[in-house]
């Protein structure tokens, strides 16, 4: 059995007995509280995922304006040394 956190990495097999030893612990409730309850944590992992991935483009963006600089300051470097 695979089982993969919500970034899809795959998890060793002391965190996977953990989440399948909560699942097995879960309790269910009635049809209405279960529903409006799984769809607040629904809403909740909406909201988790959504800054995971803006925290992902800011950190990549970053990256990338700091190889635009190392790039262009080599560049002017080398055309500084043979110019």
Same mark, same amino acid.
């Given at each position: ?10 998890? *060793? ?16 409730? *009635? ?8 769809? *607040? ?43």
């Amino acid at each position: 059995m695979k089982v993969e956190d919500m970034d899809g990495k795959h998890l *060793n097999g002391r965190d996977s007995l953990v989440i399948l030893q909560r699942t097995l612990e879960g309790k269910r409730g *009635n049809g209405l509280k279960r529903e409006k309850e799984a769809r *607040n944590r629904y809403i909740k992992f909406e909201e988790m995922k959504r800054e995971r991935r803006e925290r992902k483009l800011r950190v990549e963006e970053t990256l990338d304006t700091l190889s635009v600089a190392f790039g262009l300051s080599v560049f002017a470097g080398l055309i500084f040394i043979f110019c």
